[in-house]
């Protein structure tokens, strides 16, 4: 396997450091150019075919790295996806694909629902085993090289679990893949309470390391968040220096932070992390060719139906906790309790997207306090969709039926109408007659504003929105 060098997860915000060849690797999470649509077969994820092409043709070399099917559960997406990231790993070429070890679905007789995050799994043998299984299916439906990344976890480790370097070396050598070592994943672990990551290292086939990530993070309710927010700490650059020589076979160190938050750091910001990597970069020792020896690979371990079993029940309960069922013994760690937090704050970002007038409406009218109580009451009753214009169409469709609310905040009817026809349009190809009560551009205008106007002139118009 080739060094590919020092890179970026891409966003269209950074292209210019794309373009500018500042970046040696482009990272891409495919998921990010994806939409969710209806068909005739129910939901489908179509690409954005031109902003993938022109990705495609940046001269960096290229890695794909999920955020949405992740191979720690035993739930998979029930929307079709494999056959859409083999097309973009045959076009991109990437020298593997990586994805996380967590799982974000779970099901309960037949349907299956998404849990709005990223979460751990229990760590025993039964997971090892499922997760490798699912590491090896992902191999064999991308046809290429695949790794996970070391995950983040906000919840104490249980006493009957793995420690997370043995859970991580187990999963690696079962599968028989690769790791992307997410060092501020296991340095915001360390800060949280769970283990120690030069322990998590000792722990770990450091030979199947073929990426290394980097990243900020901010502080949040007594726990160091794994955010993608600000530059790399000082601390955990000096860590990764002398980490970076312990891995024989790194072949990118890739630096990830999140386009809301480019501000912190500006592309001049972004330029300088790049330039901190890549003086990392040049810490690594020189590469010892090292040829599998197939005697060597453990044999393959199928999970069993009590596996399967078991790392369903963990899922069960992780996401009951976080929808507040306080039975549950878990529902005590305090790490639920900020899981909750982030869930719900990602979908209420979500939301704001979605559904931008009608959010800055009910703010204008109810204030900010009562907002998040009718939004907590639609998250207790409602399950999360990772994809802004399917959440926003459902929290759309649960505001048309409080009557009270409608009558109670002015225009709150017709600005609602106005987003969710637009959502029914990118979702389900729909056209909808509109009618307005008062001129729509001046009411728009108002509440761009941050304003709700209580009493517009009245003005009788129509609308059509269509796809």
């Known amino acids: 396997m080739r060094e590919l060098g ?18 040696a690797v482009l990272e891409l999470e495919p998921q990010a150019l994806w939409t969710k ?39 998979d997406d029930p929307i079709e996806h494999l056959a859409l990231l083999r097309r973009m790993a045959e076009r991109l070429r990437p020298a593997w694909v990586s994805e996380h070890l967590s799982f974000n ?3 309960r007789g037949e349907r299956v629902s998404e849990c709005g995050f990223l979460l751990p799994p229990r760590q025993s043998s039964a997971a090892v085993r499922v ?5 090896r299916r992902y191999r064999k439906a991308l ?53 120690n990551l030069d322990d998590v290292l000792a722990q770990m086939p450091l030979d199947r390391v073929w990426e290394v990530h980097l990243a900020g993070g901010m502080a949040l309710d007594g726990y160091w968040l794994d955010a993608h927010s600000d530059g790399v700490p000082s601390p ?27 501000a912190n750091l500006g592309l001049d910001g972004v ?24 005697k060597c690979r453990l044999p393959v371990v199928r999970p069993s139906a009590t596996d399967c079993v078991e790392v369903h029940a963990w899922e069960i309960a992780l996401s009951d906790a976080l929808n507040g069922d306080t039975r549950l013994p878990l529902s005590n760690d305090p790490g639920c309790a900020l899981l909750r937090r982030l869930i719900g704050d990602l979908r209420s970002a979500n939301l704001t997207k979605g559904l931008r007038f009608t959010i800055t409406a009910l703010l204008a009218d109810l204030g ?9 009451q639609y998250f207790h009753n409602t399950p999360p969709d990772a994809f802004v214009a399917a959440e926003a169409h459902q929290f759309a469709r649960f505001l048309s039926c409080q009557s009270s609310l409608l009558e109670a905040v002015p225009y709150l009817t017709e600005i609602l109408a106005f987003e969710k026809a637009l959502l029914a349009a990118t979702l389900y190809g729909e056209t909808t007659e509109l009618h307005w009560t008062a001129d729509p551009t001046h009411l728009l205008d108002e509440l761009n504003a941050g304003r709700l106007p209580r009493a517009l002139p009245h003005s009788v118009s129509r609308m059509t929105v269509t796809a």
């Open 6 to 23: 020092v890179g970026l997860v891409y966003w269209s915000a950074l292209a210019r450091l794309f373009e500018s060849r500042e970046a």
């Open 37 to 75: 649509t209806a068909s005739a077969q129910g939901f489908v994820y179509r690409l954005n075919e031109p902003l993938f092409e022109s990705i495609a043709c940046f001269p960096q070399a290229k890695l794909m790295h999920g955020v949405g099917q992740p191979v720690g559960g035993t739930v």
């Open 105 to 107: 679905r779970v099901r």
């Open 131 to 135: 997760a490798a299984d699912k590491l």
């Open 143 to 195: 046809g290429c090289r695949v790794a996970f990344e070391t995950g983040v976890n906000y919840l104490r480790r249980g006493n009957d679990e793995i420690d997370d370097g043995e859970f991580f070396h187990a999963v690696a050598e079962q599968a028989d893949s690769g790791i992307l070592l997410d060092l501020h994943n296991l340095w915001c672990n360390q800060r949280n309470g769970r283990q």
């Open 236 to 262: 955990l650059l000096e860590l990764a220096a002398q980490i970076i020589p312990l891995l024989p076979n790194v072949s990118a160190l890739i630096f990830e932070v999140l386009p809301e938050h480019l």
């Open 271 to 294: 330029q300088r992390q790049l330039e901190a990597l890549r003086a990392l970069w040049n810490t690594r020792l020189p590469r010892r060719l090292t040829v599998p020896n197939p």
């Open 368 to 376: 900010a306090s009562a907002t998040e109580r009718l939004l907590a």
